[in-house]
């Protein structure tokens, strides 16, 4: 029994000993009224608990907020636990393990981990597929939308790196470029960045991707 039931029994029982006219019938109604007040105030935290808890920030989620300058309940909690268990992996052309792992690897082993989506094994595969819709338009980039690149920025070259976007103008990659760290592989970096722009081929969109599982 809460407090505030309690009072409001306290408050009949005294309201009814004060006033000659009241009636027993009156007092009961009184107590059955108070007693509905307080299993919906009890429902009311209840909900409000569940809320609280919803809006809770996992360690996971404040890591990697500050990484891409985003809030924190925003970080999709699945796809940056995976990268975080791959992250600074060293580069290693073909390589398929924590030892060293390339480009078109890491992609692959994303979108089945994390988006439940087997794509294609190497960059160009991914770039030629049929189910991949390609755009150049960065504004309408989104989560889980790949990003190819070559050392002309030009469609009509051989694609020789792709990387996947996070949103915020990051995506994460295999890599042999060096990164502040001074390391190479997996990393988060900047696609506005006038490197990656130069070498920025197209965007492409795989189809319905599993977005923001446990968000």
């Known amino acids: 029994m809460n407090i505030l ?8 029982l005294f309201v009814g000993i004060m ?3 009241s009636s027993r019938k009156a007092l009961e109604e009184a ?9 919906a105030l009890a429902k009311l935290k209840e909900k409000s608990a569940d809320k609280l808890e919803q809006v809770k920030i996992a360690p996971i989620q404040r890591k990697y907020a500050v990484v891409m ?3 924190a309940q925003t970080i999709n909690i699945p796809l940056f636990k995976f990268i975080d268990k791959w992250i600074e992996t060293p580069y290693k052309m073909g390589g398929e393990t924590k030892s060293g792992i390339d480009c078109s690897f890491f992609a692959q082993y994303l979108f089945h981990d994390v988006y439940g ?19 150049l338009g960065q504004k309408y980039l ?9 050392l002309e920025g030009s469609e009509f070259m051989p694609i020789t790196h792709v990387g996947v976007y996070l949103g915020n103008g990051r995506f994460v990659h295999s890599t042999a470029r060096r990164a502040a760290n001074g390391k190479n592989g997996v990393q988060i970096s900047n696609l506005k960045s006038q490197h990656w ?6 965007a492409g969109r795989k189809p319905n991707p599993i977005r923001n599982i446990e968000n």
Do not use: H, M
């Open 5 to 12: 039931y309690k009072a409001l029994i306290l408050l009949i």
């Open 197 to 202: 722009q130069k070498l920025f081929v197209a």
């Open 69 to 71: 300058g985003v809030e």
């Open 31 to 39: 107590l059955a009224q108070a007693k509905k007040d307080s299993i």
């Open 142 to 150: 989104v989560e889980g939308d790949l990003l190819f690149f070559n």
């Open 117 to 135: 989506n087997l794509i294609e094994r190497t960059a160009q595969k991914q770039f030629d597929a049929p189910s991949t819709s390609k755009f």
């Open 19 to 21: 006033s000659c006219g």
